[in-house]
């Protein structure tokens, strides 16, 4: 999922960083703070090119400037009890799919660079062993460009230590080869889509299994609100919600401060 680069900033906000933070907030609900004010200094060029009185997702300039204040801290298998939780749970969900004629839909909401809904596709076809004919639709969504990019390329990327430490052993042939090199199986492949979207204002339902994680951290509390709102909107009956630790969920939905929910049947 995409986040934002931790760094402190080394001087006074300018008023027009004051006013590209409050368009970004507008936009796409982004939280103003130090982590952000930082990736705008970096990216000064892109700022002073936006008009900040309109800004548009679509716009080349506002585009390139979405894919500067993100970056994307994601891996394999990330929260490994959390994956198993849901691996557990999903046997169950394959076979109501396949018992209504249709494929078992899962969510990666901002999925930056792919490695969550790799995660998930491996998952979701291993536990087609034990239902066998089921069908299978990943579908990972997030604003950087660069990041949808190499999901879509199915790069896994090495980023810091080994990019498998967390995978279990029997799930790493999805992602190696018989020679041990890294690379997205070819099943996984034909499971996956990638589409870029803005979360604040993306509707779709349907969704068995949706994972936002360490994405609601980033934004606004009305952001948050409302990102949440479309999530859990966008579930199935009975279908499964996954937060990050990070993430402050609605107290209603997780009252004990549980990182999975249920959508009522």
């Not at 990736?39 to 548009?56: G, K, M, T, W, Y």
């Not at 299994?209 to 579930?235: G, K, P, Q």
């Amino acid at each position: 999922m995409s986040g934002l680069a931790a760094a402190a900033p080394a001087a006074e906000t300018t008023e027009r960083e004051a006013a590209a933070m409050a368009a970004l907030e507008a936009l796409a609900g982004f939280a103003a703070s130090p982590v952000l004010l930082a990736r705008l200094r970096r990216a000064a060029s892109l700022v002073e090119a936006c008009d900040l009185d309109h800004p548009d997702v679509e716009e080349p300039h506002w585009a390139a400037l979405l894919d500067a204040v993100t970056v994307q801290e994601t891996r394999l298998y990330r929260h490994p009890a959390q994956c198993a939780g849901v691996a557990a749970l999903l046997p169950g969900r394959l076979a109501a799919a396949r018992a209504e004629g249709r494929k078992l839909r899962i969510l990666s909401a901002g999925c930056a660079t792919g490695e969550e809904a790799f995660t998930l596709a491996a998952m979701a076809l291993s536990a087609t062993r034990a239902v066998p004919g089921a069908g299978i639709e990943v579908l990972g969504l997030d604003l950087c460009r660069p990041a949808l990019a190499s999901a879509e390329a199915g790069v896994i990327h090495l980023g810091m230590g080994d990019p498998l430490a967390l995978v279990p052993a029997a799930d790493r042939p999805w992602f190696q080869d018989a020679s041990q090199n890294l690379r997205l199986h070819p099943s996984l492949r034909r499971v996956l889509q990638f589409s870029r979207a803005n979360l604040l204002g993306w509707s779709e339902t349907g969704f068995d299994v949706v994972f936002c994680r360490n994405v609601l951290i980033y934004l606004t509390a009305d952001a948050r609100a409302e990102v949440l709102r479309r999530l859990v909107a966008s579930l199935a009956p009975g279908g499964i919600l996954a937060l990050g630790p990070t993430d402050r969920g609605s107290p209603e939905l997780f009252p004990a401060g549980e990182a999975l929910w249920t959508a009522h049947e």
